[in-house]
Structures are given as C-alpha cells and as structure tokens.
C-alpha cells in the first residue's frame, strides 16, 4: 500500500479531484476541485487530502479539513471522507488513513481530531469517542466523535 499526501505530491491533484468527485457524488464537484487543487500552495497546516493506493490503483481516500460542512465550527480539524473501496474493506486500511491525518494533525499543533458519520461502532475501534450530535446545512444531523492525540 501506498499513502499520498497530494500536498506533498502535488502531481496527484488532479487524479485527487476526480476521484474525490466520483466518490463523493452528493459534494458538488467544485467543493472538490476548489479545495483539492488549492490544498497545495495553502499557508495554513489544512486542508490535507489524502489517496490510498495499491500499486497503481486507488482504493481509499481521506481529507483532513477546517469544518466538514457541520455546525461545531468551534472544533478542528476534521478526518472527512474517510473512503475504502468495497473489494479492499475489511482489511484495516481506514487505518491508514486515520493515522496519516493523525500524525499531519499533531505536525500542525492539534491535541486532537474529530469525524462527523452516522457510523456505530466503526471509529470507537479507533480510539474516538462520541461527544455529541452536530447539524448540518441541508438539515440532518450526524454524530461527532473525538480523538485525543497528545
């Protein structure tokens, strides 16, 4: 397995876009674009966005951002998109990917990390622990899980 940072290697931007948009088709494909194609150059530690690769094929993928588009802007930074392909689940590559936002958190002077889903049980594997339910834009909630790192 291979981890990509497409801040570190820039040259994978726009595969990053395209397969964030394919993979998030309920985003606007400009949200990817827009933030993906600007993550590069970004004075500030966020946004990350991250490719999980085996060989030369994509299997996963995770961003690690400001606000994940959730009403807890006091909160920061959020693992979002957390994404496996489904013939490679099953195989702790989410793990991954967690730990690469982990570690690109603490180089960005974060004590901890949070995740909006819907998902129960999944992230407690993790370390997170549920901290509360947020709202976002469009009118639903998810729930907000934390992560301590240091």
């Keep these: 397995m291979n981890l990509i940072s497409v801040r570190e290697q820039p040259e994978y931007v726009d595969i990053a876009i395209q397969y ?19 993550c590069v150059n970004a004075k500030n530690p966020l946004p990350q966005w991250y490719l999980l690769m085996d060989k030369e094929t994509i ?21 979002c998109a957390v994404f496996i392909d489904k013939n490679f689940r099953g195989n702790n590559y989410a793990s991954l990917l967690i730990e690469k936002a ?4 603490i180089k ?9 889903t819907d998902h129960i049980g999944y992230y407690e594997k993790f370390g997170f622990k549920y901290i ?3 709202y976002h834009p469009w009118d639903e909630d998810s729930r907000i899980y934390e992560l301590t790192l240091v």
């Design 20 to 38: 964030f948009q394919k993979t998030w088709k309920s985003i606007l494909p400009k949200i990817y674009e827009d933030c993906i194609g600007n």
């Design 102 to 105: 982990k570690q690109d958190s």
């Design 132 to 134: 509360g339910k947020g």
């Design 108 to 116: 960005g002077g974060f004590d901890a990390v949070y995740l909006a």
């Design 59 to 79: 299997i996963g993928c995770a961003g690690l951002i400001t606000n994940d588009f959730i009403s807890r802007m006091d909160l920061y930074p959020w693992i």
